[in-house]
């Protein structure tokens, strides 16, 4: 049994509903594997709380969080310094504490995308990207393509004023790559145009996961890969759909991967022990 003591360094999610969380095994397993007075813990939050438990948790002997929903946004209200990644993508899903000071980062983008070059090769500035969704982590994802020099990245939402938002503030604020095009018919054509597609909205997820974020049928099978941010469940019907016609396809456990390992060095300053890791995503499903 792990002695925590009054000196060990906390670390933890923080959200709504973070029962489910696979993050304390993965990074408990790290710093055990490490020998690091670390220890990770889930802390569920309700929405009038949030202020002063983070206002406390930075007081404690904490290192850092991670930040999930609802709190992405809410949470650069209390925050000292904000990494410029974070800052261009509007969320914050990781925290470092330091004296009592919150600095904020932004990994669902850097985790998603290293995925695509590590665990399926992918050079970013080879391929045009079709985004569906536009809210945070499809945020996220677009920024960090574009930091790479994306080809062309177009970004689709059922809102599409969100999505002309996320375009311009990308062409801007990074690189001028992206346009927005409309959640309709017209999205086969654009997919057709493209080599990666990658679904960063919840449509799927479980338990709604006989849902499809756009329809099936627009996919084709000259997609070099067919991606989704949803792990539960690892096949979503968007997937299955790809895998069907003989797509590349990746979900969501290599992102929360691998976004783990960046958030193991913002609170610890050393490298995370990659195989522990893996180990407690990948084979604990
Ligand atoms: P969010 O900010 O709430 O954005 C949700 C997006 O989904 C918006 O673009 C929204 O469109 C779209 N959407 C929702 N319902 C829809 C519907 N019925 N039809 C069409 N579009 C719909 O959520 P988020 O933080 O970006 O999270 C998105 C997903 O990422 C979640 O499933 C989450 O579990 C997953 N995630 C995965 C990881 C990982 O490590 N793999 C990490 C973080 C999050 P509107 O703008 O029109 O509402």
């Known amino acids: 049994m792990r002695k925590i003591t009054t000196t060990t360094k906390l670390t933890g999610v923080i959200g709504a509903n973070v029962a489910k969380s696979k993050s304390p095994d993965m990074m408990n397993a790290a710093f055990e594997r490490l020998g690091l007075d670390y220890y990770f813990i889930p802390v569920n939050v309700a929405e009038p709380d949030f202020a002063d438990v983070l206002g406390g948790i930075a007081k404690m002997n904490f290192a850092g969080l991670s930040v999930t929903l609802p709190y992405k946004i809410e949470v650069l209200k209390y925050l000292d310094d904000i990494d410029p990644l974070a800052e261009v993508i509007g969320a914050v899903n990781a925290v470092s504490i330091r004296d009592g000071k919150i600095k904020g980062f932004n990994t669902d983008g850097e985790g998603f995308v290293t995925g695509l ?7 970013v500035s080879d391929h045009t990207f079709v985004i569906v969704g536009a809210g945070g982590v499809a945020r996220a994802i677009t920024a960090v393509l574009a930091s790479r020099q994306a080809r062309h990245i177009y970004v689709t939402n059922r809102t599409f004023a969100k999505a002309q938002e996320l375009a311009d503030s990308v062409n801007t604020g990074i690189f001028p790559c992206c346009s927005a095009v409309p959640f309709d ?3 086969r054509q654009v997919i057709a ?7 960063a909205t919840n449509v799927g997820m479980s338990p709604a996961d006989d ?3 756009i329809c099936p049928s627009f996919l084709n099978k000259d997609l ?15 997937l299955e759909a790809a895998q069907q016609l003989g797509c590349d396809i990746m979900n969501g456990q290599s992102q929360l991967y691998h976004q783990g390992k960046i958030a193991f060095k913002i609170w610890t300053g050393v490298e995370a022990p990659a195989e522990v890791m893996a ?3 990948y084979d604990n499903v």
């Open 185 to 187: 018919d017209s999205l």
């Open 211 to 213: 849902q499809c974020p």
């Open 224 to 238: 070099t890969l067919v991606a989704d941010v949803i792990y539960s469940p690892l096949q979503t019907r968007f």
């Open 117 to 123: 070059e590590v665990d399926k090769n992918l050079v």
């Open 193 to 199: 145009a493209s080599s990666v597609l990658i679904n």
């Open 279 to 281: 180990a407690a995503i």
